[in-house]
């Protein structure tokens, strides 16, 4: 008896482990540059920045006024370091721009307006793999930080699944043991 309580109960914990894809669900991380200033030169997006860890899949959110204001992802450091925007990858004009970090690297982000650039309106991140350690190395240069980002700490609706399907199996793994007698 003891036996088949034994083998029924590894088959649920076999079950449940292949229920979450062989892995615990991880999340990505929104981060809002400026937190609730946003976009903008009083937001000290420099100091935002300093202390964060940004891996592959997670996404920055830039708010800002749109009639004011957009934004322009550059390719070399030395377009961020001078304020160049005349060959940007993508300009960003919406006023609400989501950007997937989809792959390890530096990102340089600008405001397309020189002088707010000039002022310090501007941002790098290093991206990560989504696996790296707490506290990798922050570098500094000048008049702004290398943006390292804080550990995942928000769920994306993206690992919602994830959850259900881990709460689930939990959910029949504990009914299954009921049932056992455990």
Not at 5 to 21: P, W, Y
């Amino acid at each position: 008896m003891v036996g088949v309580k034994m083998a029924s109960a590894l088959v649920m914990i076999v079950f449940m482990a292949v229920s979450l894809g062989g892995k615990w669900a991880a999340a990505e991380v929104h981060h809002v540059v400026g937190n609730d200033r946003g976009w903008d030169l009083p937001s000290d997006v420099a100091g935002w920045s300093s202390g964060r860890v940004f891996r592959v899949g997670d996404k920055l959110w830039f708010t800002y006024s749109a009639a004011q204001e957009s934004i322009a992802e550059i390719k070399t450091k030395e377009e961020y370091e001078s304020c160049d925007v005349s060959n940007p990858i993508k300009m960003f004009t919406d006023g609400l721009d989501s950007i997937l970090l989809d792959g390890e690297g530096i990102r340089y982000f600008v405001s397309s307006k020189t002088e707010n650039c000039k002022n310090g309106l501007k941002l790098h991140v290093d991206v990560v793999p989504k696996h790296t350690p707490e506290n990798p190395k922050v570098s500094k240069s000048k008049g702004s930080a290398l943006a390292l980002a804080a550990p995942p700490t928000t769920p994306t609706p993206s690992s919602a699944p994830s959850r259900i399907s881990a709460s689930f199996a939990l959910f029949f793994v504990g009914l299954g043991l009921c049932f056992m007698g455990f």
